[in-house]
């Protein structure tokens, strides 16, 4: 597997690279992709084919952002899992 061409474009945070296929498909991420993704050794990937496109993102960018999409519902100061405990240690003592 070979990368072709690796190049930043206009915007600091927008990369663009080229590479072949591999056996079984397989791809390399260029070094300074995994780097801006903040892809490491052992990171479980999502992929996900939008609009004829391969999109690549870390669980834990994955997660940031569902919870950026949530963070309205939820007044400042309050924590979830304490909410979640209060009312499981509830619904404990009807049990």
Do not use: F, N, W
């Amino acid at each position: 597997m070979e990368v072709l061409e690796c190049t930043e474009l206009a915007k600091p945070t927008e990369l663009r690279t080229r590479t072949r296929t591999g056996e079984k498909g397989r791809i390399v991420i260029p070094a300074a992709m995994r780097e801006a993704l903040g892809i490491v050794d052992g990171d479980i990937l999502d992929l996900r084919v939008v609009d004829g496109e391969l999109r690549v993102a870390t669980m834990r960018e994955r997660i940031r952002r569902a919870q950026e999409r949530v963070r309205h519902l939820v007044p400042p100061g309050t924590l979830v899992s304490d909410e979640l405990s209060a009312e499981r240690r509830e619904a404990a003592k009807h049990e």
